[in-house]
């Protein structure tokens, strides 16, 4: 008998979608070195993963906030946008808007669509709220779209292929 387990939607927490290599590494990451951060990001980082969908990277839509994207975000109250790149710690080498998945921001962007908006404990324990305004540049979709150039943008794509090649 199969047993389906009822998700009530937070507006505050929507739905979310990590890839299985996404998440691999993350979990590769934290087994290392979870106890050299901050405790609290952590735990929130894990709270996320654990109410995640986990998907195939070719099953991904194309406006999905993935490790290596490059995503334009606007904090509720506030005019203007930031655009960061949700890296690994210790990747601000390679990405000059690195923010790394392991700051409250990093890991609230993580598995989150265009569109989306989501809130979580800020620095101060005030509640922030942040929308993913658009998905500037996906690593899953640069992939496919240069495995197959004919291939089309999955449903939902938003924004458009700008920004580094972070494969």
Known sequence: MTHA??????????????????LHNIESLLSIHATHWNW???????RELMRATIVEESTLPDDLVTMGSRVEYREAGRDSSEIVTLAFPGEREIYDDAISVLTPIGAALLGLRAGQSICFAGPDGRPVTIEVVRVIHQPEAD????????????????????GPAAS
């Open 40 to 46: 609290r990001s952590v735990e929130y980082l894990v």
């Open 143 to 162: 992939r496919r779209a240069r495995l197959d150039p004919a291939a089309k943008p999955k449903a939902g794509r938003r924004g458009s292929l700008i």
């Open 5 to 22: 387990t009822l998700r009530l939607v937070d507006p505050r927490r929507p739905e979310i979608q990590v890839t299985k290599w996404d």
